[in-house]
C-alpha cells in the first residue's frame, strides 16, 4: 500500500504534446480513476507511473520515494491491461505464479525446472500455491488454474490477470481500462467486483476509463484529464454537480448536460436565445456567457407562460424516466429534460411546450475560457 | 449449381496434376539416385533405359562405402558441425531478434538494415579473408573453423524479429512489471511463442550446412574432419574414379538423415513456413 505522487508530468510524443505539466496525489488506498476522452494523455500518465514510459520532464514518487529511475520490476505496482496480457503459453496457474516466482526465487531457480524441487525452492513453491489458491478462490477461477489462456472466456481472463495482480500485493493496482474488451452485461459484474475487490483489499487503485459511468461508480475521486492536463480532480457527485470547467461538465453525465449561449447584465438580467431572462443569480461577471443545466435541473410548463419556448423533437422513454427532447429555435443542439413517467407520459412529439429553468441550479461558464463562474451563493456551498 | 461443381473439380483436378509433375520432376534425381545405388558396375553404363535394376549390386556397393571411407566419421563430424551451428544461431539470433523486434534504440532501423544488406552477401564474398585469419590462427582442419563462420546468421534474426514483432507489446510489458528481465522474457516470454519458426529455420540451416560442399573444402584437408559431402568427394578422388553405384550409395547415405529428419518434423516445419508473413 502506499500513495503516489505525480508532480508536473510533460511528455511528448515526436514534438506532439501528450501530457503538460500534469500534478496529481493519490492517497494510500484510494481508488481514483483518470477518465477523458481518448487520446487525452490519461494511459500514457498511468504507463508513466508504472514506468513503462519515460517522463520528458516531472517526477513520480511511490510510497514518498522517487522512482524516476527505476526499472517497471522495481516500482512494485501491478498493471491490469486492456488485453490482459496473459502469458500465452502458461497455464492459469504459471501465470499468477510468474510475478512471485520471478520476486522471490533466484535465477538458478528459476531457470531450471529441477531446481524447483529443492528443499528451499520446495518450501517457497508451498507458500506460492496457497497464496495462489487463496486468491484463486476469492476470484472464483479455482477451477481453471491448469487451463491455458487461449481456453478462457473473457471474463475468466480478465479475472486471471486481476488474479495475477493480487497475488504478489503491490504498492498499487494500475488499471488500463479493464472492462473494455468485456461485453455490456459482464462490463456492470465485473465492475461490481472491482470495487468489492478495493474494499477488501484496501490498496490504492489507479484506474484508467473512458467511460464516465464507470468512473463515476467506481471511484473514492475522479480525475477528468483532457488534452493532457487535469481539469479536475474530485468525488464523483462534485465533479457532477460542481464542475469547474465547461469541458468537465460535458464529459460527466448521461445524458449530457444542456448548455445554452447568453449574455448577462449586472443586474442579474440574461438574455438566452435572443430572448431576455428574468435570473435571480448575482452573476459573478457580465458579458457573453455558456449557462449549463443538467437535464433533471429544469422543468417543462405551459407554453403560454413560459419564456423560453419549443417543441419536441424526441421521446426517450427509459422505463423509470422519459427524457423529453426539446427543440429550442436559436439553438442548434435540442435540450434535454428528464421527466418522470407520469408526467411525461401525456407528452406527443411535435407538442409546443415551455422550458422553466430553475436559477439556483444554472452553472455558469466563461465564454472563451470555458471556466466555472461561480455565483457567490454556489461559491459559498462550494467552500 | 452442377456446373459449378463440375468446374470446381476439374480445377481442383488440374491443380493436383500441376503439382503432382512438380513433386516428380523434383524427386527423380532421388530416385534415380537410389536405383543406381542398387545396380551393379556393368548395368550402370548399359546403353539403353531401363529402371529397375536386374541383378542386385546394392551390397556391394553400400559395403565398399562404409569399408573404404570412414563413413561413420563422415556422419559424427557431420552432425557435430551442424549441430554446433544451428545452436550457437538460435543462441545468438534470439537475443538479437528480440531487441530488434521490441527494444526501441538508437540506430535500431540502421542495425535491421545492414543486416538486411547481409543477407545479400554469399560466403564466397568474405571466404578469403576468414581463410587467412583461420590459417592464421592455426585453426584449419578443426571443428572451429567449419562453424564459426557460420554462428551469426541474419536470415535467422530477420525470420526471429518478423515473428517477434507480432508478439503483443502488453505481454512483454506485463513481464516487465513482473520483474522479468530483458534475457528472461526474450527466451521464457517470447520465444515459446516463434517454436515453428525456430522449428523451420533449423531444418533449413541444417540441410544447407549438412550439404555445404564450398567451405569445408576451402578449411579442411583431412579425412578426419570431413563433413559428409566433402567425404564423398574424397572418396570419388582416391578410391573410385568411376564406381558410380558405390558413390550414389553413399549419396544415399549422407542424404538419409535428413530426410529422415524431416519426414519426422514435418508437421511443425510446414507449420513453421506457413506461419511467416
Redesign the interface.
Known amino acids: 500500500m502506499a500513495s503516489i505522487t505525480v508532480s508536473d508530468i510533460s511528455k511528448a510524443f515526436s514534438g506532439q504534446p501528450i501530457l503538460r505539466d500534469v500534478s496529481l496525489d493519490i492517497r494510500d488506498g484510494e481508488f481514483l480513476s483518470l477518465v477523458g476522452p481518448s487520446g487525452c494523455g490519461k494511459s500514457t500518465l498511468l504507463r508513466i507511473i508504472a514506468g513503462l514510459e519515460e517522463q520528458d520532464h516531472g517526477s513520480v514518487e511511490i510510497g514518498g520515494r522517487s522512482v524516476d529511475a527505476e526499472r517497471p520490476g522495481r516500482r512494485d505496482v501491478a498493471m491490469v491491461f486492456q488485453s490482459y496480457a496473459l502469458y500465452p503459453h502458461l497455464s492459469v496457474y504459471d501465470n499468477m505464479a510468474a510475478p512471485l516466482r520471478q520476486r522471490s526465487l533466484t535465477q538458478f531457480q528459476r531457470g531450471f525446472g529441477l531446481a524447483r524441487l529443492l528443499p528451499k525452492a520446495r518450501r517457497k513453491e508451498a507458500e506460492f500455491r496457497r497464496e495462489i489458491e487463496a486468491t484463486a478462490t476469492m476470484l472464483g477461477i479455482s477451477g481453471l488454474l491448469q487451463r491455458k489462456p487461449a481456453q478462457l472466456s473473457g471474463g475468466q481472463r480478465q479475472r486471471v490477470a486481476l488474479g495475477r495482480a493480487i497475488v504478489r500485493h503491490p504498492k498499487a493496482f494500475l488499471m488500463d481500462e479493464p472492462l473494455s474488451n468485456l461485453d455490456a452485461k459482464l462490463r456492470d459484474t465485473v465492475r461490481a467486483e472491482i470495487s468489492a475487490l478495493h474494499r477488501r483489499l484496501g490498496a490504492t487503485f489507479l484506474y484508467v476509463t473512458h467511460d464516465q459511468a464507470e468512473a463515476m461508480t467506481m471511484s473514492d475521486r475522479i480525475a477528468i484529464i483532457m488534452e493532457g492536463q487535469v481539469l479536475q480532480i474530485g468525488a464523483p457527485s462534485d465533479v457532477y454537480h460542481d464542475p469547474a470547467d465547461l469541458r468537465v461538465a460535458r464529459f460527466i453525465g448521461s445524458p449530457r448536460i444542456n448548455v445554452l449561449a447568453g449574455e448577462i447584465d449586472g443586474s442579474g438580467r440574461a438574455v438566452l436565445l435572443g430572448r431576455a431572462f428574468d435570473l435571480d443569480i448575482a452573476p459573478p461577471a457580465h458579458g457573453k456567457v455558456q449557462l449549463a443545466f443538467r437535464p433533471h435541473d429544469a422543468g417543462l410548463c405551459n407554453a403560454d407562460t413560459a419564456q423560453l419556448v419549443g417543441t419536441i423533437s424526441h421521446i426517450e422513454n427509459l422505463g423509470s424516466d422519459i427524457l423529453i427532447h426539446l427543440a429550442l429555435p436559436g439553438s442548434e443542439e435540442p435540450v434535454i429534460i428528464r421527466e418522470s413517467h407520469e408526467t411525461a407520459i401525456h407528452r406527443r412529439l411535435g407538442d409546443s411546450v415551455g422550458l422553466k429553468l430553475d436559477s439556483k441550479k444554472l452553472l455558469v461558464f466563461d465564454e472563451t475560457t470555458g471556466k466555472r463562474l461561480r455565483t457567490p451563493a454556489q461559491t459559498e456551498t462550494a467552500s | 449449381m452442377r456446373g459449378r461443381r463440375l468446374s470446381s473439380i476439374i480445377a481442383s483436378v488440374t491443380a493436383h496434376a500441376v503439382l503432382m509433375a512438380g513433386a516428380v520432376i523434383m524427386l527423380t534425381p532421388f530416385l534415380w539416385m537410389e536405383l543406381t545405388s542398387l545396380k551393379p558396375p556393368q548395368e550402370i553404363f548399359r546403353l539403353g533405359l531401363h529402371i529397375l535394376p536386374r541383378e542386385w549390386g546394392g551390397a556391394e556397393n553400400y559395403g565398399r562405402v562404409f569399408s573404404d571411407t570412414p563413413m561413420l566419421r563422415f556422419l559424427l563430424n557431420g552432425i557435430v558441425v551442424c549441430g554446433a551451428i544451428v545452436i550457437l544461431q538460435i543462441l545468438i539470433a534470439v537475443p538479437a531478434a528480440y531487441a530488434l523486434a521490441k527494444i526501441p534504440f538508437r540506430g535500431r532501423g540502421l542495425f535491421f538494415a545492414l543486416i538486411l544488406v547481409s543477407l545479400l552477401v554469399p560466403i564466397q564474398v568474405p571466404s578469403l579473408f576468414l581463410y587467412l585469419g583461420f590459417a592464421r590462427a592455426g585453426l584449419l582442419d578443426s571443428y572451429a573453423s567449419l562453424v564459426l563462420p557460420f554462428i551469426i546468421s541474419a536470415f535467422a534474426i530477420f525470420l526471429l524479429r518478423q515473428h517477434f514483432l507480432q508478439f503483443?507489446q502488453?505481454?512483454v510489458?506485463?513481464?516487465?512489471?513482473?520483474?522479468?528481465g530483458e534475457f528472461?522474457i526474450a527466451w521464457r516470454?517470447v520465444l515459446?511463442?516463434a517454436r515453428p519458426a525456430i522449428g523451420a529455420f533449423a531444418v533449413f540451416s541444417m540441410v544447407a550446412h549438412w550439404n555445404d560442399l564450398y567451405w569445408p573444402l576451402v578449411v579442411v584437408t583431412d579425412p578426419e574432419m570431413a563433413t559428409p559431402p566433402l567425404g564423398v568427394v574424397f572418396f570419388r578422388n582416391q578410391e573410385s574414379g568411376s564406381d558410380f553405384g558405390a558413390l550414389m550409395a553413399a549419396a544415399t547415405v549422407i542424404s538419409a538423415p535428413l530426410i529422415i529428419a524431416f519426414l519426422a518434423a514435418q508437421k511443425t516445419f510446414v507449420r513453421g513456413l506457413t506461419s511467416i508473413r
Open positions: 503483443p502488453e505481454v510489458e506485463a513481464a516487465r512489471l513482473d520483474k522479468f528472461e516470454i515459446p511463442s
